[in-house]
């Protein structure tokens, strides 16, 4: 159990940067919720008080939010187009009528990204950068968990790189623009231009005081539930993926399946099988719609919806599955590992995050399924969490020209035929997909409504110590009120 706490502390470090208490105590307001006016970060029912939710679903009403990408939040699940949630690329369609942002860069020809990886980059990026607006690169490399600090030091020096790399998850998203590391992208970024126009609705999402401060090149498909077809065979039990045709795939579907999963393999008289692990819990929290939060930086206030009634479903779902029904593994670190050994029939994963080590045995002899998260048989559709990949143009940039140049690049790659096409071909050499199974990975993007998450630190490792550990989840809240308190109080020191 210790050794399990200590992989789960680690990895914990790794999704969010765990930082000092210092300086003047910014408070976390448990009353305030979030109208549909203000409610920029994602698409939730806010409740009245904290921990209840409203009856109406109060879809944002962003005012800086195009007309197209407003109604777009409001189609039903069945009519949902590549659009309006911003995927402008699984589910196969490309970009074909590019029109260039036209940039001023000043004299500059260099291009200074700080990130933690060299493939923030690529031959291809910097071949079609040179060749479209005659730019190089050069990047500044440091540690994952020393970003933030990195970029303080360096714009405080006087030395700023041009963007920063923005990280998945993670408090920078408000501190960098809190603390002015960043800046606001409008003076530099033509909206106009196609490469943005299915990306309206996540940029309308992601402001911060009435500005965009992300430069946004990918958004995500969502998690789905991967699953082993020989499994559902062997039990007899109909597979996610038919069911959801069905439009019989819901938490109560799931329940009552997850039972039937559960096997002794080896006739030792213990379960050594169980239907589902939970690797990544959250996930599953978000198909109710709901998100953790978002922080009020005029206030200097973190807005919580933890105590939300949806939330609490969710939680107290997953935590009977794991221990009281125990059809389920609290599996947030070995979840992979359970699936490649065939001691789980399903397991939750994000978009990109399938590892061949882990699935292409099964997907090569033909037996890997995929499906949505099941629905909450609450909610009035199907709701997936989704994220953005982007840079930041930091304060002091000498080149942010450039900066949305190498984004416009990336992001063009992202949108290419050529490019989906090498991206789905590499799913199936490299994971054993199917043309089924890409079809079974777009299908949130063609029949879900997204919701956006930019405080998950309010919230998520709440909730991977309330599954590992068996705790209840009002409970769970109490013991890590201080630490979210910790993350808000760096943020406004």
Known sequence: ????????????????????????????????????????????????????????????????????????????????????????????KSNTDITW??????????????????????????????????????????????????????????????????????????SFAY????????PYVDFKSSLYRDMQWYYGKTKLNGSNYMLIYDVSSGPMIVYNKKIFRDCGVEEPWSLYKKGQWNWDKMKEIGPLLCADTNGDGTMDRRALAFNQPQYFMYSTGQSFGKLDLEN???????????????????????????????????????????????????????????????????????????????????????????????KGAKNPAGAVAFNAVRSYLRQSSEEIKKYNTKLKSELGFTDLNLEQLYENTKAGTPVMEMASFLGTTTLWKSINQGTPWTTQIAEEEWTIQKYVDDIFK
């Open 101 to 174: 942002p036209k940039l001023d860069f000043k004299g500059q020809k260099k291009v200074k990204i700080l990130t933690f990886a060299e493939s923030t980059t690529s031959k291809e990026i910097n071949d079609e950068l040179k060749s479209r607006y005659d730019q190089t690169v050069e990047l500044v490399i440091t540690e994952y968990s020393d970003i933030s600090t990195r970029l303080a030091s360096l714009v405080m020096s006087g030395d700023s790189p041009d963007m920063c790399v923005a990280l998945p998850d993670s408090i920078d998203f408000y």
């Open 300 to 394: 200097k206030k973190a807005v919580t919806n933890v105590k939300n009634k949806s939330i609490a479903r969710a939680a107290n779902y997953m935590l009977d599955a794991c221990w009281k029904d125990q059809w389920a593994y609290d599996a947030v670190v070995t979840a992979q590992e359970k699936f490649r050994n065939e001691t789980v029939a399903m397991f939750v994963n994000a978009d990109g995050g399938l590892n061949a080590g882990d699935v292409a045995a099964i997907g090569k002899r033909g037996d890997l399924g995929l499906a949505p998260l099941p629905k909450d048989p609450q909610a009035d559709k199907l709701f997936y969490w989704s994220y953005v990949s982007g840079f930041y143009i930091a």
């Open 1 to 92: 159990m210790k050794g399990k706490m200590k992989r789960i502390t680690a990895l914990l470090l790794a999704l969010f940067l765990v930082l000092s208490v210092a300086g003047c105590k910014a408070k976390v307001d448990p009353n305030k919720t979030l109208s549909g006016d203000d409610a920029t970060e994602s698409t939730d029912d806010w409740g009245d008080t904290w921990g209840e939710s409203s009856e109406e679903n109060n879809e944002s009403k962003d005012d800086s939010t195009s007309e197209s990408s407003k109604s777009a939040t409001s189609k039903s699940t069945t009519s949902k187009s590549t659009s309006s949630s911003g995927q402008f690329n699984y589910d196969g």
């Open 179 to 186: 603390k002015n590391l960043a800046q606001p992208i409008e």
